[in-house]
């Protein structure tokens, strides 16, 4: 017999499927559920990727998009929404028009370039994202390249601000791709003094590290924690699924997100 007082938080995510399992929908997962969460999905899109490259998306059907995400919510109370890759802007113009109503926190993973640097967002894609799902965003969660690019500027505090402006609340900057020594992380909220993140550079590269960031920022959402806790936390366990990362294939690593199972 089913208990009905056993709950978990409930963590809405949409992202694409990568079939080697160390980015998207599976990386979601794997983070969610390491959390304690339970990951309702809808793959905005497929595609064809293994740990070197990406060579093909294909974005899921606009109806059966729609479809997919008002039947999950018209059945089950979500408490977190994480957003990644979608593949074509009608994707996110439904996204935004199923999610602007929200009041629960929505975590946007901007992933416009792939771990390997292949390019996946086009300019109308930047335009929509930029446009449509910044400004209902809780926190978006870009790498310094990716800032670079939505807010169309060199300087990463201008990047930040720009971001915020458009609406979200908060932004973390990740510096997985700048020539530092250590990787320095910047968290941003509206009118407070940016918080400064230093981890060791691993030695490895790896596909899916944004993936498992911002899906674990989501779930601790879920749980209840402020913005600040969920950050760091997620960080923290991010650094350590990457020192625990996996090489599974013949570029870049994976990510263990179930590192402490196995030690």
Same mark, same amino acid.
């Given at each position: ?43 905005? #899109? ?53 999610? #602007? ?49 939505? #807010? ?42 940016? @918080?400064?993140?230093?981890?060791? @550079? ?6 899916? #590290? ?5 899906? @674990? ?39 263990? @997100? ?6």
């Amino acid at each position: 017999m089913i208990n009905s007082n056993i709950k978990k938080p409930v963590v809405l995510v949409l992202a694409g499927h990568d079939p080697g399992g160390g980015a998207g929908i599976q990386a979601d997962i794997e983070s969610i559920a390491n959390c304690g969460c339970h990951a309702v999905t809808v793959i905005t #899109s497929l595609t064809t990727q293994n740990t070197n490259c990406v060579t093909d998306i294909i974005p899921q059907k606009p109806e059966t998009f729609k479809q997919q995400i008002q039947i999950i919510l018209d059945d089950i109370e979500i408490n977190a929404c994480k957003i990644g890759i979608f593949g074509n802007a009608e994707l996110i113009e439904i996204a935004h028009d199923q999610l #602007s109503s929200f009041t629960v926190p929505i975590v946007l993973d901007p992933v416009i370039t792939s771990g390997s640097g292949t390019v996946i967002s086009d300019e109308l894609v930047l335009e929509k994202i930029t446009s449509l799902l910044v400004p209902i965003a809780t926190i978006v969660t870009p790498n310094s390249d990716e800032a670079r690019k939505l #807010s169309n500027s060199d300087n990463l505090e201008f990047a930040a601000e720009y971001l915020i402006q458009l609406g979200s609340e908060n932004v973390l900057i990740t510096g997985t791709h700048e020539e530092t020594d250590n990787v320095i992380n910047k968290f941003y909220a509206k009118d407070k003094t940016p @918080r400064e993140y230093r981890w060791q @550079r691993l030695p490895n590269t790896y596909h899916g #590290s944004g993936c498992t960031l911002s899906a @674990r920022i989501a779930a601790q959402l879920a749980l209840g924690n402020n913005t600040q806790k969920a950050i760091e936390e997620a960080q923290e366990y991010t650094w350590n699924t990457l020192k625990h990362g996996l090489q599974l294939g013949q570029g870049q690593a994976q990510p263990d @997100r179930f590192f402490k199972k196995r030690n």
